[in-house]
T-cell receptor, first 114, second 115 residues
Framework: GQNIDQPTEMTATEGAIVQINCTYQ??????LFWYQQHAGEAPTFLSY????GLEEKGRFSSFLSRSKGYSYLLLKELQMKDSASYLC???????????????FGSGTRLQVQP | DSGVTQTPKHLITATGQRVTLRCSPR?????VYWYQQSLDQGLQFLIQ???????AKGNILERFSAQQFPDLHSELNLSSLELGDSALYFC??????????????FGPGTRLTVL
C-alpha cells in the first residue's frame, strides 16, 4: 500500500515564498505529481517528478528525493489566487496490469494573506 | 478546460436510490479513472478502466460499479445510496501509454447529494 503525508494547512503572505512538503512510502514508485485544487473545483496538474532533483515551471518548482521518499512544492511570488489546496500524489505502476492510478495525499490548504 | 466532460453537474436524490454518473475522456485518452472526494477529504481512488477493460480497483464499495464503453466514455453506477455517499465524484483521463508523464486530466466533477 501507499502512505502519503503532507501538512493540513499553511498560511503565507502575498509576495512571499512557501514550501509545501510531502513524504511518501510506496512500492513500485513511478512518479510524483502535484495538483492544485480550488474549493469545489477539479484538480489541475502542476508538476511531475520521476527523477531526483528540481523541476521548475514559472513561479512553481517541485523537488524529489526518491531515497528519502520526500518531495516539496515551492511557490514563489505568492498571489492571492494561489489560495487553494495542493495535493501530492504518487503513482506506482504494475507493469503486468497496466495499473497507473494515483494515490493522493489529503492535501495542504494554503491561505495567502495580503 | 481539461477536455474531460462529466454529467450531470449536480445530482440530488434520496437514500436507497440508484444513480448513474457519466464521463467522456479527452480525445485520444484510453484510460479513465473515478475518484470520490467527500467534504474536507482527500481524493479516494475508486476504479480505473483502460480501453474498455477494468485495470485497477481502489476503495470502491460493492454497491458501486463502473464500465467503459467502446467509444471510451465511462459510467459510474451508485446503488442503494446512503447519506455518506454524498460527495464530489471526479472522472479523470490519461493517455495510458508506456513512459511519459501521463498526467491525469480531471473533469469538473459531479456533486452528489443524498437526502
Amino acid at each position: 500500500g501507499q502512505n502519503i503525508d503532507q501538512p493540513t494547512e499553511m498560511t503565507a503572505t502575498e509576495g512571499a515564498i512557501v514550501q509545501i512538503n510531502c513524504t511518501y512510502q510506496t512500492s513500485g514508485f513511478n512518479g510524483l505529481f502535484w495538483y492544485q485544487q480550488h474549493a469545489g473545483e477539479a484538480p489541475t496538474f502542476l508538476s511531475y517528478n520521476v527523477l531526483d532533483g528540481l523541476e521548475e515551471k514559472g513561479r512553481f518548482s517541485s523537488f524529489l528525493s526518491r531515497s528519502k521518499g520526500y518531495s516539496y512544492l515551492l511557490l514563489k511570488e505568492l498571489q492571492m489566487k494561489d489560495s487553494a489546496s495542493y495535493l501530492c500524489a504518487v503513482r506506482d505502476t504494475q507493469e503486468d496490469t497496466g495499473r497507473r492510478a494515483l494515490t493522493f495525499g489529503s492535501g495542504t490548504r494554503l491561505q495567502v494573506q495580503p | 478546460d481539461s477536455g474531460v466532460t462529466q454529467t450531470p453537474k449536480h445530482l440530488i436524490t434520496a437514500t436507497g436510490q440508484r444513480v448513474t454518473l457519466r464521463c467522456s475522456p479527452r480525445s485520444g485518452d484510453l484510460s479513465v479513472y473515478w475518484y470520490q472526494q467527500s467534504l474536507d477529504q482527500g481524493l479516494q481512488f475508486l476504479i480505473q478502466y483502460y480501453n474498455g477493460e477494468e485495470r485497477a480497483k481502489g476503495n470502491i464499495l460493492e454497491r458501486f460499479s463502473a464500465q467503459q464503453f467502446p467509444d471510451l466514455h465511462s459510467e459510474l453506477n451508485l446503488s442503494s445510496l446512503e447519506l455518506g455517499d454524498s460527495a464530489l465524484y471526479f472522472c479523470a483521463s490519461s493517455g495510458g501509454t508506456a513512459g511519459g508523464t501521463n498526467e491525469q486530466f480531471f473533469g469538473p466533477g459531479t456533486r452528489l447529494t443524498v437526502l
